[in-house]
């Protein structure tokens, strides 16, 4: 019996001859002197469910505000579709924006909020029945139809407004810290809501936020900004595990930052000179300095193991004293503190119970790690 073909993953962006559905050319966006957005050149796919990434203040609602037509660019181009949109206003874009406050209407129903932009373009009555039924199995809000908002959640008001964006099948829909206003349990489960309704309808998503988790979970591709800039662009694995500098790995998730002088071993690792009376550590540098350098090494808290005897099986092993212990459930985080006063986070999976565990305040316990388990950052 044949069996089917596996479906290739989807990444139009390591296709050559793939056209974006969006472009940013060299786009710098200026407030009198301030400059919030400095020479950005990206693309974005058609089906891309995209996350513009940073700290409050980095430029991201800027930079979406340009792609909805809210703000114009200083210089560069914002194209659509291989559209100039320089003189194309907000409502003759195919463009929908999505706001955290969700801003349905209180006195209409779920239904005549999600029928409203479809009346105001005088679709005939039996397609927009037809559409806003459509819309409504699509959030799964069949019972709640008729409604007002005071009388649903505040996840069920979040699928009203996805709805509504959505009745108009744009191109295109942006997402403005969507999930924002919603408890963090809440906020999780309509994360994979999200990301099942984007794949069922194919429209592209671009959606802002400050949040890591939720970004890692929701997105294709992540765009990590800084001061108006572009740091990094890539998959949320890659962003994770390779990060090209050490913005971006302290800014992704739990990180041990580490500085020292790195110089090449010959065989495509780095060695790095990181503190007197302490072995030197050996990892992986994607740009390995040819001469030595002054790097910082970076290693995720659950790359690293934790054990009471010294590991023989490992180049990279170092001792020291249980600091602090974070019990989160699932996982422990233990704050290791080393001779020379350095701080190392290791975490740990808690698949045993409370009472049977070996390790507690005050140990003196290896750190120990293999040498792909980190990485070597020369900016």
């Known amino acids: 019996m044949n069996q089917p073909a596996p479906t290739a993953a989807f990444a139009p962006w390591e296709d050559a001859k793939a056209k974006p559905l969006i472009s940013f050319q060299n786009v710098t966006k200026k407030f009198g002197d301030f400059t919030a957005i400095d020479n950005i050149s990206i693309d974005i796919y058609e089906r891309e469910f995209f996350a513009l990434l940073g700290p409050s203040g980095c430029g991201k609602t800027t930079l979406m505000r340009m792609l909805g037509g809210f703000e114009t660019p200083t210089m560069g181009k914002i194209l659509i579709d291989g559209q100039d949109m320089a003189n194309v206003p907000p409502n003759k874009r195919a463009v929908n924006m999505m706001f955290q406050s969700y801003a349905l209407f209180p ?14 373009d005088k679709l005939p009555k039996d397609q927009i029945e037809a559409r806003v039924e459509e819309m409504v199995k699509l959030v799964r809000l069949d019972k709640f139809a008729r409604r007002k908002p005071h009388q649903i959640s505040g996840g069920q008001r979040q699928r009203v407004a996805l709805a509504r964006s959505l009745a108009k099948a744009p191109k295109l829909l942006l997402l403005d810290e969507p999930l924002g206003a919603l408890d963090k349990k809440l906020r999780q489960d309509t994360q994979f809501e999200l990301m099942d309704i984007q794949e069922k309808t194919g429209t592209t998503f671009v959606i802002v936020t400050h949040d890591q988790e939720e970004a890692m979970t929701v997105a294709s591709r992540i765009a990590v900004m800084d001061e108006g800039l572009l740091i990094q662009v890539d998959t949320p694995a890659r962003i994770y595990e390779t990060p090209n500098s050490v913005y971006v790995a302290d800014f ?5 930052l ?12 780095t060695i790095l000179h990181w503190a007197e009376g302490q072995p030197p550590l050996v990892a992986e540098c994607p740009h390995a300095p040819d001469v030595e350098a002054r790097c910082t090494f970076a290693i995720r808290p659950e790359k690293v193991t934790i054990s009471k005897e010294k590991p023989t099986d490992r180049t990279n092993a170092i001792q020291g004293k249980i600091e602090d212990i974070a019990y989160l459930g699932n996982l422990s985080t233990y704050s290791v503190l080393l001779a020379n006063g350095t701080r190392v986070k290791a975490q740990t999976a808690n698949n045993r119970r409370l009472s049977r565990r070996e390790l507690t305040w005050e140990d003196d316990v290896w750190l120990s790690w293999t040498e792909t388990a980190g990485i070597v950052l020369d900016k």
Request: proline share 3%; glycine share 16%.
């Open 107 to 120: 006195h209409l129903s779920v239904w005549d909020n999600i029928a409203f932009g479809l009346r105001r």
């Open 252 to 256: 992704i998730g739990d990180v041990n």
């Open 258 to 269: 580490i500085e020292g002088n790195a110089s090449p071993r010959g065989d495509g690792k």
